[in-house]
């Protein structure tokens, strides 16, 4: 095949003198503006108005988890760890807060969580996993030390040991 007939195949029958103007005007080839027209219509371009409404839905939306995640209930627990353990270690029962004391404690706590993620929201997520971690302490600790004081009275046995807890009545 002569170079003029590949050229005229590759450009549509056209002699080579006329290559440059069948490209420019092939229908396979998009011209700039209808390439950025393109482009343009593919995103959607939102309205300020829209944009803004977005974003409002979105606030509103995190505000909602914060007033569940900063409910009273949530903070009642943590707040009455103290005297929990107090009253664990010593059975003294003025240390059993009332229903009251529980309630006015886990409001002003929330509060006081609320307060702290406007000042800085990386103290929250200290303190929520430090007192997390410490409740696990020391609902475990609690756990042994009552498991200890039934083995000591003998209330239970301690399968580890068949001779029994040393001190314990009946120990060998």
Avoid at 99 to 115: C, H, N, P, Q, T
Avoid at 130 to 146: I, L
Wanted: hydrophobic fraction near 40%.
């Amino acid at each position: 095949m002569a170079f003029k007939e590949k050229l005229s195949s590759i450009f549509g029958g056209a002699d080579a003198s006329s290559a440059s103007t069948s490209v420019e005007s092939a229908p396979s080839t998009p011209s700039l503006d209808a390439l950025q027209s393109e482009l343009k219509g593919g995103r959607k371009r939102q309205s300020k108005a829209e944009r803004l409404a977005g974003e409002v839905k979105a606030e509103q939306e995190l505000n909602d988890l914060l007033d569940r995640l900063y409910q009273r209930e949530n903070w009642e627990d943590i707040a009455a760890l103290y005297f929990r353990c107090r009253f664990a270690f010593t059975g003294f029962d003025g240390f059993l807060l009332t229903e009251k004391e529980k309630v006015r404690l886990g409001e002003s706590l929330a509060m006081m969580m609320r307060i702290l993620l406007r000042i800085d929201p990386r103290y929250v997520a200290i303190i929520v996993f430090s007192v997390t971690f410490s409740t696990t302490v020391v609902t475990k600790e609690m756990a042994y030390r009552a498991m200890v004081q039934q083995l000591q009275s003998g209330k239970i046995r301690d399968p580890r040991m068949p001779g029994g807890f040393p001190g314990q009545p009946g120990a060998a």
